[in-house]
């Protein structure tokens, strides 16, 4: 039987730790591979790990043809919508698969019409999967968490998606840590779990402190006139000592500003340190 392996199929499906894959392997040499291979023509579509360890050990294994698709889109949706619907997918996974269907999606849908070429001038209905919350929602996650995932897709070193991947970093995590600078990105994943949460905890900091304050509104109000005595005139008299407090709290941030970045300095040099050593 000639099984063909796409190389694009394969990459929808994460590579199984080694634990996972010793037990799938320690399966089917107590009890056969029981569910059988799924084939589009002879390209597998569902199966690939038991099908690299049945033929590693000499295993027979079934298969059965699905003959609803008519092309190779129709084959990447089937896989995405069975790995969405996995307990075992993470929640990392997940949002990369469902930015994955709405990419193919959008290719395949029609150009939008616009509002006048719309009949009766109705508004032109949005094609599928066109905005964050509806792949929020086909990944099972928030639209914050979408974002973090593009955020990573676009800015993350190799090292950090692998760490997300693993489930070493957390998304949140991995979003923050990929506004490094790639080397450093890569240095702090070679630090380990513990300097990655400390170097997305210090750029956290940093962005608390470098935040701007408000400053808090005067209000004016229209029903009374204006005689000079009223509580709010009070108030407006008091806005250029609260202006000073204000400018003061702003010279403390960018002092413990420039503390955390000395920080970051020495840790970074703490981390090529371990590195050398290792």
Request: one cysteine or more.
């Amino acid at each position: 039987m000639n099984i063909t392996i796409n190389q694009v199929l394969q990459s929808y499906i994460d590579p199984l730790t080694a634990s996972e894959y010793a037990a799938l392997e320690r399966s089917l040499l107590a009890e056969g591979c029981r569910d059988a291979l799924v084939l589009w023509n002879d390209v597998l579509i569902d199966g690939h790990n038991r099908y690299a360890i049945c033929r590693q050990h000499g295993i027979e294994f079934k298969t059965i043809q699905n003959t609803s698709f008519t092309s190779l889109d129709d084959v990447m949706l089937w896989m995405i919508d069975n790995h969405l619907a996995r307990r075992s997918v993470s929640d990392f996974q997940r949002g990369v698969l469902a930015l994955r269907k709405k990419e193919i999606v959008a290719a395949r849908s029609p150009a939008p019409v616009s509002a006048q070429d719309a009949p009766d001038g109705e508004n032109a209905p949005k094609p599928p999967m066109s905005t964050r919350e509806e792949v929020a929602k086909a990944a099972r996650l928030s639209s914050n968490q979408i974002s973090q995932i593009e955020k990573i897709q676009k800015a993350a070193s190799p090292e950090l998606v692998e760490a997300v991947r693993s489930g070493t970093i957390s998304i949140n995590a991995a979003a923050t840590v990929a506004s490094l600078p790639p080397e450093e990105q890569v240095a702090a994943v070679a630090g380990g779990k513990k300097l990655l949460r400390q170097a997305a905890k210090e750029i956290r900091e940093q962005r608390a402190a470098t935040r701007t304050p408000r400053e808090p509104k005067v209000h004016v109000s229209q029903d009374t006139p204006e005689t000079g005595n009223e509580p709010w005139a009070d108030n407006a008299a008091q806005t250029p000592s609260e202006a000073e407090r204000l400018r003061g709290e702003i010279a403390s941030l960018k002092q413990k500003v420039a503390q955390l970045q000395a920080e970051n300095v020495e840790l970074n040099q703490r981390i090529a340190t371990l590195i050398d050593a290792s």
